[in-house]
Nanobody, 121 residues
Framework: QVQLVESGGGLVQAGGSLRLSCQASGTIVRINAMGWYRQAPGKQRELVAVITSVGSTNYADFVKGRFTISRDNAKNTVYLQMNSLKPEDTAVYYC???????????????WGQGTQVTVSS
């Protein structure tokens, strides 16, 4: 069984910063890519950033230069440092971790529970 626990969301003024964390635990053999998505009210979930097992990163255009994704493999944790936040960044942020689970020995993506980020103008 695999669990993803997110933390770090909250309310911040425009121009402020937040750091999200997502830790995976359970019967994990190997973690592949780790990423962050977000979903604003009335909108589809969209990719924010992803980081591969070797540290390669990719960002959505709307966060380039403002957000930084990183990971700590020893802690099975992925982070999202969000700077220069804008009101349009308001959304529920979800982590997604592609991992190989011990019992099934199949790689699949797991979702965190989501954390609310609200940016006031």
């Amino acid at each position: 069984q695999v669990q993803l626990v997110e933390s770090g969301g909250g309310l911040v003024q425009a121009g402020g910063s937040l750091r999200l964390s997502c830790q995976a635990s359970g019967t994990i053999v190997r973690i592949n890519a780790m990423g962050w998505y977000r979903q604003a009210p009335g909108k589809q979930r969209e990719l924010v950033a992803v980081i591969t097992s070797v540290g390669s990163t990719n960002y959505a255009d709307f966060v380039k230069g403002r957000f930084t994704i990183s990971r700590d493999n020893a802690k099975n944790t992925v982070y999202l440092q969000m700077n220069s936040l804008k009101p349009e960044d308001t959304a529920v942020y979800y982590c997604n971790v592609d991992l190989l689970e011990f019992r099934t020995l199949r790689a699949q993506g797991y979702w965190g529970q989501g954390t609310q980020v609200t940016v006031s103008s």
